[in-house]
Structure formats: C-alpha cells, structure tokens
C-alpha cells in the first residue's frame, strides 16, 4: 500500500480513510505543527544537512546543546549522536572489537547490535557454561531493551550469575524503550545497576518515539571518547545538527506526549480483555495479537496495522501500536474488535 502523506492516527488508501495503528511513531511527533515548527526553524538556522566530519576544526553548537539534553535526559555520564541508530551500534561493536574476548547475545537481539561471532546469554533456557566457568575474560553482552515479540524490559537480573572472573561490558539497544519506558521516557539505562558491570553503553534509533532521524551513544565520559576517536566516526557525517538542537528544544513536547502516550495505554488497559491470545502491558505501546487473520479482519474495519516479514523469520508479524496522538474513539474502536475476536479463539 501506497500512502502519499505521513500516517498519523488516519491514513489515506485509495481515497479511502484507515485509522492507523502502525509505524514506530509512539509519540506522535513527526506531525505534530509545534514540533515541526521547531524543526522549521532549525533547519533555517542550521541548515538542511552539514556533510562534514565532527572531528573538523568547524564546530556548530547545536550539537552540543542536543547532546547535552540527551545525556541528562537518559540519566548518562556522557552521550553523542551519529546518524542513525544502525550506524550507533556497529561503530560501538567496532570500538569494542579489540577489547573483547568473548561477546554474548540475549535472543532476538537487533542486527544492529549482531556480531557474526557472539555466543548465545543462554542455551536451553540456561546460561551458557561459559559465562560460569573461572577463566579470567572481557566479555561484553548485547541485547535490545525490548525484544521483538515481548512487551516487557528485558530481565537482567541473570547477569549476577556470571562468575566474577568476568570483565562485563554491557550494551543495550533502546530504540523501542527510549521515549517510552522509565521516568519521562529516559529508558532503561539508567535503572540497570547490577554490581558486577564494569561498563553500560546505550544505543538507540532516534527515529522512532523521539521522532528524528539519528542515532545515540550514551556511556561514561571515556567511552564516549574513545567513540569521538573511532575512524567510522570520524569519517562519517554526523546527525543532522538541526535535528540535534531540536531535541533540546523539544523537551517540553517530549514530556506532555509521554504523559499523553502514558494516559492511552492506561485507558487500554482498563477496557482490553486479558487474554492468552492478546499480548500487552500497560506500560509498552505495542499489542502482538495472536488471532488468526487479526491483519485481514481489522481492514475490514478500516484499520491498518503493521505487518511484515523479517528476513530471517518465516511468518509475517503483526504489530498492533499505539501512539500518543490516538483519540479515545479509535482506541475504543480497535478494543471492541480485539475482545470481540479474541474470545472466538480461546
């Protein structure tokens, strides 16, 4: 399907008007008019993009005010922007290449964050021997803050497991949390303390809930470094720095749709059916429901969801989100159907 015009909470095929419950929009910004009034008026100042390294002699501001609210935002020592989130984790991999003996990786874990040589965190629902014996190693652990197909923050309670002859370094994908879980939408972050961590590195799409495209490193200040003086970094033309400083000065819109983001998914919560053919939690914009031909019975409703098929994967997906922009109307809407459906299955 073919749209030509952004798909908010309506989407238009074929002169025919769809509510739209797809997208990775989960705050609703690329059409909000303040937002893009903000963006506007950047792009006037900064231009509409700057092709030159980070590391040049020419250094603009606007990344470091944007860079300034990112790091206070997600609660980091330290943060830096690249342009894109795919770009952010393989530079981060890259610069942990050399000081990494073994690398692990939770299931499902983004490509972006993929190293053909990382071991599996488990095997067979428990964790890799490996990760117990008492050979001394630098290993460094990947996962996605939220897997595809969970609603939930990933549990890593199980990294305390690992015997202390391990040097952990931990990197977390938040592209589908950042703007959406923790206090204001910072992530996971800066919750996750676990003892015996040496060092944490976020990385995240900036594309998605945060409505920019980019890509974010977050660490403490010697890592951030280290990324400033890896040779991808510094061959590569940063984010747009009228998308940087808009992240700074979008704070305020952050916040009141987070709250708005926050008040639909209680609203859900309150009026959804639990059911073991419905995954959803209250605090994730994103329902995977498991009716069958749920894709086809909600267009014919006039509703759109997502649905595709990774590469990888054999079965196409279906993704129901919610963002902040809904109305009371279409969430009662896309409910009554899902009740309605999913206790045909059960």
Known sequence: MKVTKFPDRIVKIDNEKYLYFGGTAYLGLPPNKKFQKTLCKN???????YGSSRNANIQLTAYQKG???LTEFIKAKAAITVSSGMLAGQIVLDTL?????VFYHFPDTHIAISKAESLPFFINNQLNPRLLDEKPEKITILTDAVATNTVKAVELSFLEEITNHKEITLVIDESHSLGILGTNGCGI???NNQSNIKRKIMVSSLGKAMGLSGGLIASDYNF???IRENNTFVASAGMNPAFVKTLADAESLYLKQHHKLKKNLAYIDSKLLPSKNILFDKD????????ENINT??????IIITNFK??????????IIITANHKKKDLDKIIEILNQYQSKDE
């Not at 290449?97 to 003996?101: F, G, K, N």
């Not at 019975?297 to 006039?302: D, T, V, Y």
């Not at 990774?310 to 993704?319: F, I, V, W």
């Open 43 to 49: 792009i006037a100042r900064w231009g509409s993009a």
């Open 67 to 69: 860079e300034t609210f």
């Open 97 to 101: 290449a050399s000081e990494t003996d």
């Open 189 to 191: 972050f800066s919750n």
């Open 224 to 226: 951030i470094q280290q």
């Open 284 to 291: 994730y914009p994103v329902i995977y429901p498991k009716i």
């Open 297 to 302: 019975i909600l267009a014919s409703h006039k």
């Open 310 to 319: 990774y590469t990888s994967e054999d079965h196409y997906l279906n993704r």
